[in-house]
């Protein structure tokens, strides 16, 4: 007659965390190439007018000073004549549920009127669609001022910093300047890697 030989075992399972990624270049140190003033800035697209590294040799014009290093990005817009300008830098992001993204931004027109709609702006996009402003300004001021945003869950998002310059407005030969700094991820508390244990057992056929 066969016997049944119970077999005790267990079994383990651990949990894995989720990678991080933060901003690159945030602070705009990293400079890729220098023409006139013009400047590419190293892990940032650009698109319109080509961005400025601003220091302090800038000063003298905007009486902005970096906040975290030598430099910070200068954003601006052409005359707009007969259409809209808008200048922009953007940067992917692979962010977490709960990291907190965070900077400086200021706006500056050379011509300042509400109701011209020209402004500066932080937007974050999700799938090629936006999906919020983080900050806006239409008010020509030189003071850093402070924007944050919470990831609410997580996912990979486009980070837009930019100025706009609209047409058909009385500052229509003017240029619009949109400035940043400092832009940083804060991460959320990531849980240590979690393990489970299945205790399981079998009976094998034994003679």
């Known amino acids: 007659m066969k016997k049944a030989l119970s077999v005790l075992g267990i079994l383990f399972f651990a949990g894995i965390a989720v990678a991080r990624a933060d901003v690159f270049n945030g602070s705009f140190e990293d400079i890729s190439s220098v023409n006139a003033g013009d400047v590419d800035f190293v892990s940032w697209e650009e698109g319109g007018t080509t961005p400025y590294a ?39 992001l692979s962010l977490n549920k709960g990291d907190s993204l965070s900077g400086l931004a200021a706006y500056y ?76 991820v804060t991460t959320s508390p990531v849980p240590e890697p979690v393990s489970a244990s299945l205790f399981y057992s079998v009976q094998v056929p034994w003679d």
């Open 54 to 92: 601003m220091h302090s040799a800038y000063m003298r014009f905007f009486a902005l000073a970096p906040q975290d290093g030598k430099f910070f990005l200068g954003v601006y817009s052409k005359r707009p004549y007969a259409e809209d300008r808008i200048s922009w830098v953007r940067q992917s």
């Open 109 to 184: 027109s050379a011509y300042c009127q509400q109701s011209d709609n020209d402004f500066a702006f932080v937007k974050i996009y999700s799938s090629n669609t936006e999906y919020a402003t983080l900050w806006q300004s239409s008010t020509s001021s030189l003071t850093w001022q402070s924007w944050g945003w919470t990831a609410p869950q997580a996912g990979d998002y486009l980070l837009e910093l930019g100025v706009s310059n609209k047409a058909g407005q009385r500052d229509y030969r003017q240029y619009n300047y949109g400035f940043f700094e400092g832009i940083k």
